[in-house]
């Protein structure tokens, strides 16, 4: 409820009189004081009426000092927000009507303002918790600043402001906290025995020199679920299409073998010639069978790496010493760039090894008819404290509606491919916690990318 400041408590009309009847006041006591000693000479009485002015100074400070107070306490009711006091108007005094309107119109001003900005936190504070994405902010002491209740849903965590998160959920907090700004990471948290795949992305902002980091989630259970049937969709149509390649062959041959073993028309030397052919022609396509299971077997089960530190000049000696005949046979200008902080990496020697041959062998096939192959490796350390792979030619390159299946198991744009090679190099990497991109243009070359985090990420 509003208090309007009474008029007579604030005494804003009666000032000017009052201060000019102390004044006056003041100036018969200093005359009588100044008679009783220079008129009369009652030094005495003069001593005992000098109180008199002195009580009435101390009076005018005391009551300058009131209305000054006054003044003070409406404009500290503004400064903590409290918009419920406001002075009287329609004074007699112009000067104080005019003081009591501008001040009132200030006050009435400033309660907008707080109810305008109360109004938009209120809407933005519904909306952020309303929202399907979670959100987490927690400031430099590790403490809950703020928290939606999409963040707490899919964690399946009740989580209170003001309050350490380390403390209170250690094993969240260990999944989350070294998450690097703008980095994504896809963590597994089960709830009620179900399975829910959440991703997690953080930055970081500072309000009033104090430091906040925001946690941002969401489930990607659908797009893990659709992504894992399209790829086995696709797998099963490779499988598909090789088992049926090599076995409608076998199977039309060898009715043609029964037909020819059963004519007793046919003469017994060529009977078996043609069986023996035959036979040849299915062991052929067998052995071919075999080689396609034992490829799909070597991409399915790729141990877990063996993480050693590799010299990263020693690698590509070996790279090079491979290669180095069919470099020269190809004419293909050959050369490997390692910047500085970049002479060691962190992985399995052999997955690692196997990778660079892969993309090796792909360059080389990619160069082929170029009238001046160049492949390039470009070893660096990122600002992550990650190691970046560079394999870059300048070939044929890729048609643009190949490119989005170059890491399907078996898919290859190569005559003699098996379509192994890019799938089992992106296998390797995301074994390492790493990854592998591909960018190329048909008629500009490929450039390949392999990202491998650092010795603290990996062991």
């Known amino acids: 409820m509003q208090f309007i400041v009474d008029l007579k408590s604030m005494e804003l009309h009666s000032i000017r009189l009052k201060l000019i009847i102390r004044i006056l006041l003041l100036g018969a006591s200093?005359?009588?004081?100044?008679?009783?000693?220079?008129g009369l000479n009652q030094y005495?009485?003069?001593?005992?009426?000098?109180?008199?002015?002195?009580?009435?100074?101390?009076?005018?400070?005391?009551?300058?000092?009131?209305?000054?107070?006054?003044?003070?306490?409406?404009?500290?009711?503004?400064?903590?927000?409290?918009?419920?006091?406001?002075?009287p108007q329609n004074l007699k005094t112009k000067s104080y009507n005019d003081l009591s309107t501008t001040v009132n119109q200030l006050n009435n001003k400033?309660?907008?303002?707080?109810?305008?900005?109360?109004?938009q936190l209120f809407f933005i504070e519904s909306l952020v918790n309303e929202a399907l994405i979670g959100l987490l902010v927690i400031d430099s002491k590790s403490q809950v600043f703020f928290v939606n209740k999409s963040f707490e849903g899919l964690t399946g965590k009740k989580i209170r402001k003001l309050q350490p998160i380390n403390k209170e959920h250690e094993f969240l907090w260990s999944q989350?906290?070294?998450?690097?700004?703008?980095?994504?990471?896809?963590?597994?948290?089960?709830?009620?025995?179900?399975?829910?795949?959440?991703?997690?992305?953080?930055?970081?902002?500072?309000i009033e020199k104090e430091n906040y980091r925001l946690f941002s989630v969401q489930s990607i259970n659908l797009e893990v679920e659709n992504t894992e049937i399209e790829t086995w969709k696709k797998l099963i149509r490779v499988l598909s299409h090789e088992?049926?390649?090599?076995?409608?062959?076998?199977?039309?041959?060898?009715?043609?073998?029964?037909?020819?073993?059963?004519?007793?028309?046919?003469?017994?030397?060529?009977?078996?010639?043609k069986l023996s052919y035959g036979l040849k022609t299915i062991i052929e396509r067998s052995s071919g069978l075999v080689k396609f299971t034992d490829a799909f077997q070597k991409i399915s089960k790729i141990p877990e790496p063996e993480k050693v530190q590799i010299d990263t000049n020693d690698l590509f000696l070996k790279i090079t010493s491979l290669f180095d005949s069919q470099f020269k046979t190809n004419g293909i200008e050959f050369f490997c760039e390692i910047y500085p902080n970049a002479d060691k990496l962190y992985a399995d020697k052999y997955q690692i090894e196997q990778v660079m041959i892969n993309l090796i062998k792909n360059a080389i096939d990619a160069v082929k008819g170029t009238p001046k192959g160049v492949i390039n490796i470009k070893i660096s350390r990122a600002l992550s404290d990650s190691i970046h792979i560079e394999v870059i030619d300048n070939g044929h390159g890729i048609h643009i509606d190949k490119m989005n299946q170059i890491?399907?198991?078996?898919?290859?744009?190569?005559?003699?491919?098996?379509?192994?090679?890019?799938a089992f190099s992106?296998?390797?990497?995301?074994?390492?916690?790493?990854?592998?991109?591909?960018?190329?243009?048909?008629g500009n070359g490929t450039r390949v990318i392999l990202n491998l985090p650092s010795k603290k990420n990996l062991i």
């Open 426 to 442: 992106k296998q390797v990497m995301k074994l390492h916690n790493g990854d592998i991109n591909l960018f190329s243009e048909h």
């Open 176 to 206: 989350i906290k070294d998450i690097k700004i703008n980095e994504k990471r896809a963590i597994d948290i089960s709830m009620d025995g179900v399975k829910n795949i959440l991703l997690f992305q953080t930055s970081q902002f500072v």
């Open 243 to 273: 088992i049926l390649n090599t076995t409608t062959p076998i199977l039309s041959l060898s009715h043609t073998l029964y037909d020819i073993a059963q004519d007793k028309s046919i003469e017994q030397n060529t009977t078996i010639d």
């Open 110 to 119: 400033l309660l907008k303002l707080r109810k305008d900005n109360f109004a």
């Open 407 to 422: 890491f399907t198991p078996f898919f290859t744009t190569k005559v003699d491919g098996n379509g192994i090679g890019l």
């Open 44 to 87: 005495v009485r003069a001593a005992y009426a000098a109180v008199i002015p002195i009580i009435i100074i101390v009076e005018i400070i005391k009551f300058l000092d009131r209305n000054n107070q006054r003044i003070n306490d409406f404009f500290n009711s503004i400064l903590w927000d409290d918009y419920s006091i406001s002075l």
């Open 30 to 38: 200093i005359f009588f004081v100044a008679y009783l000693i220079f």
